[in-house]
Each structure stands twice: as structure tokens, then as C-alpha cells.
């Protein structure tokens, strides 16, 4: 079976770092991404890792250990507009994208 | 960046009639698209994956019957919803992977827009 794990929400509040944890279990793995969504709009990319460690673009980096079937996504300098649903997905040996049930993240004043 | 659009970006229909959906790849040739649903605060659940000139590959549980799609070309794919009931309205997404120069395997999916279905 393939299953990913995500928490379910996170709060945090303006100018803080947030860290949202994906760990998951598939059959094969190429990589690993992130993806937002806000309400009521398609999901948008953020980053892929297909090797380990960190990767990094502007407030956000996406870190991967293989061997752990983990990763993280990191937003740093938190803003208002980040608040939305943030969704891991693994690409499986099918070439497809498995996704994660979403981490909601509330960015408070 | 790719842009993948989606036509229409609402409808709403009478429960039995067919709703077609388009997903266009605009600036890419895309070699496999995705279609996805999506109800209210819940992740993307794959429907089927559709590759240029072939059958669609339906995932577990989704009626092929119901819903069909057809990839005639690079560039776009139809999802069309037969007798729609009222437990077919959703958030519907389409995917695209390819990316410029029409790469085969590209590292990224890019969405459409998504269309939201209500079926009454």
C-alpha cells in the first residue's frame, strides 16, 4: 500500500519558523514535493527533493532523508499569506505523484 | 513557468447530463496528464492518468464508464462526467507533466486551475 503522513494543522505566528513533517511509505520512490494550496485555488509547486538533504528557495527549504522515508518542509520569516494547505507528494516508480492529506497552517498576527 | 488551463472553471448542472471538462497545456507538450478530485478539506485523490494517444490507467474505485477521458493530443485532455449525480460534485484538477522542450520526465506536475462541480 503507499500511505503518507502529515499533521493535520499547524499555527504559528508572523515572522516565526514552522516546520511541517511528511513521512511516508510507497511502492518505489524517485522523490519528494511540496505543494500549497489556498482556499479555493489549485495546488502550486514549492520544491522536489530527489536526494537527501536540504534544499533551499528563498523563505522556503524542503529537506529529505531517504533512509527515514522523512522529510520537512521549512518556512522561515512566516507571513500572512502563507496561511494555506501544504501537501507532500511522493513520486512513485508508477511516475505519478502520490499526495499527503495536507497540513493546514494558520499564520496568526 | 508552464501554464496548464482548465475550461470551464465552474459549472452547474442538472443531476443525469454530461459535464465536459478541458485541461490544456499552453506552453508545453504534456506527455501525461493527471486528473485529480478534491472535495472540501481533503487531499487530491488521482482519478486517472492519461498519456498522449493511449487509454487512460484508472485508478482503484473509479468507473471508467463514468468518467472519460480522452488525451487526443499533446497539448489536451477532456474529462467528461456521464449522468452526473450530486455525489459527483467536487473540485476537479487536472495536471500536466512534460515540461519545456518537452522533457518526458519532468520533475513537476503543473496544475490547472481546477473546475468546481455542482450537480444538482
Known amino acids: 500500500g503507499q500511505s503518507l503522513e502529515q499533521p493535520s494543522e499547524v499555527t504559528a505566528v508572523e515572522g516565526a519558523i514552522v516546520q511541517i513533517n511528511c513521512t511516508y511509505q510507497?511502492?518505489?520512490?524517485?522523490?519528494l514535493s511540496w505543494y500549497q494550496q489556498h482556499d479555493g485555488g489549485a495546488p502550486t509547486f514549492l520544491s522536489y527533493n530527489a536526494l537527501d538533504g536540504l534544499e533551499e528557495t528563498g523563505r522556503f527549504s524542503s529537506f529529505l532523508s531517504r533512509s527515514d522515508s522523512y522529510g520537512y518542509l521549512l518556512l522561515q520569516e512566516l507571513q500572512m499569506k502563507d496561511s494555506a494547505s501544504y501537501f507532500c507528494a511522493v513520486k512513485n516508480y508508477g511516475q505519478n505523484f502520490v499526495f499527503g492529506p495536507g497540513t493546514r497552517l494558520s499564520v496568526l498576527p | 513557468g508552464a501554464v496548464v488551463s482548465q475550461h470551464p472553471s465552474w459549472v452547474i448542472c442538472k443531476s443525469g447530463t454530461s459535464v465536459k471538462i478541458e485541461c490544456r497545456s499552453l506552453?508545453?507538450?504534456?506527455?501525461?496528464m493527471f486528473w485529480y478530485r478534491q472535495f472540501p478539506k481533503q487531499s487530491l485523490m488521482l482519478m486517472a492518468t492519461s498519456n498522449e494517444g493511449s487509454k487512460a490507467t484508472y485508478e482503484q474505485g473509479v468507473e471508467k464508464d463514468k468518467f472519460l477521458i480522452n488525451h487526443a493530443s499533446l497539448t489536451l485532455s477532456t474529462l467528461t462526467v456521464t449522468s452526473a449525480h450530486p455525489e459527483d460534485s467536487s473540485f476537479y484538477i487536472c495536471?500536466?507533466?512534460?515540461?519545456?522542450?518537452?522533457?518526458?520526465?519532468?520533475?513537476?506536475?503543473?496544475f490547472g486551475p481546477g473546475t468546481r462541480l455542482l450537480v444538482l
Open positions: 495536471s500536466a507533466r512534460g515540461g519545456p522542450f518537452g522533457a518526458r520526465w519532468g520533475k513537476t506536475q503543473y
Open positions: 510507497t511502492s518505489g520512490f524517485y522523490g
Open positions: 506552453d508545453f507538450q504534456a506527455t501525461t
